[in-house]
C-alpha cells in the first residue's frame, strides 16, 4: 500500500466524530458553515464558539444578514479583529440575495464569486453542506501535510499551495469528502498540533516523515515575514458632560467603518504641546483647555505596530466643538458602536 493510501486509512480509522464537539460540526445548513468558518479564519475554536452562537442568534439566516445594516455587523463582530470579515460577509449576503435568489450558491467554483469566499472556505461549504468532493487545505491541513510527507515548501507563500495541493489530492477520499476534510482537520487540531504534537500515540508514527527525521520543529516551514509598519495613533477622549466626540473611519485602511476618538497620526512619539497645537486647531478648540496623557499601549497588528496614546480633554459647554463627520454621543450609547478592541481595554481601564 502507497504511502498516501495508508494515511487516508489510518486517519479514517484515528476519526472519532464525538471527540471535538463544536456547535458548526455536522450541521448541512451553508450559511452557519459559512459562518464559522470565516469566524475561524483568524480565530481559534474555543475563542470562536460564543461569538458564532451571537452571530447566529442576531442574523439566524443570509437574508437577515443581508437585510442588517453594517454597522450592527460589524458590532457583532467586535473583539474578534480582523473586521475585513465582517464587512465581505454582510457584502457577500447581499451578493447572494441579487445575484442567488437569497440561496447559497452550491458549487465550489460558485461559491468563490463571493466575497471574502477563498479556495478553503469554498472547500469547506461546497463538501460539507453540499458533498461536492473538494478537499480543504487550511492552516491544519498544511501542517499535516508537511510533517508527514516532509514538504518542506513555506506554508506563507503562494506558490507552495501547488505543491500541497498535490499531495492533498493523493490522500484526499472523494467518496466521503465531508467525513475526510473534518478528519484531517480534527487531526491537525487535536494530534499533530502546532507546538507539542501527539507523536507517541499518532497513528502516523510509523511512517511520519518528520518523525523520522527529528524534523517536528522544523516542519512546516514559513518565510520570516516582512517588517511590519510602524504607526503611531494619537487619541483625543474629548468630553463634555455626559457626551463625548467620536468618528467613524472611512479610509480604506485598518478598522475601516469602526468608531474610534477624532485621531492624530504622526510620524513619531510626540508630546504635549503637539497634541494641542493640532487637536486645538483641527477641533477648532479654545485654548485654555488642558490635554493629559490618559492611556498609552502598542497594538500589533498582522503587518502593523501601533503606538497609541489616548490624551483626555473636558469641554465647557460654550467650548462645544464642530467636527464634520463626528458625533457626540452619550456615554450611556456608547455600546451601540463598534470600535476597535484597543478601545474596550481603554474603557475597561479607564472608564
Ligand atoms: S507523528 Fe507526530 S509529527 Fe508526525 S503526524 Fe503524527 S503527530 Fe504529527
Redesign the pocket.
Known sequence: MSKSNHFSKKLLNWYDPKARSLPWKFIKDPYKIWVSEIILQQTRAEQATPFYRNFIQLFPTVGALAKAELDQVLKAWEGLGYYSRARNLHHAANYVQNNFAGKIPSTYKELLTLKGVGPYTAAAISSFAFGEAQPVLDGNVFR?LS??FGIEAPINVGSSRKIFQKQLNKIFDKKRPALFNQSIMDFGAT??KPSE???PS?P??DF?F??KNKQ?HQLPKKLKPPKKKIRYFNFLFLTSGKKLLIEQRTEKDIWQNLYQFPLLESKELVHEDFIKDNFRSNLNLNKSINFDLVYSTTRILTHQKLYVQIWAANLRKKDFTEKEGALWVNNSDLHKFAFPKLFDLFFNDIC
Open positions: 499535516v510533517r508527514v494530534c499533530c504534537p501527539s507523536c499518532c502516523m508514527a511520519c518528520a518523525l517536528i
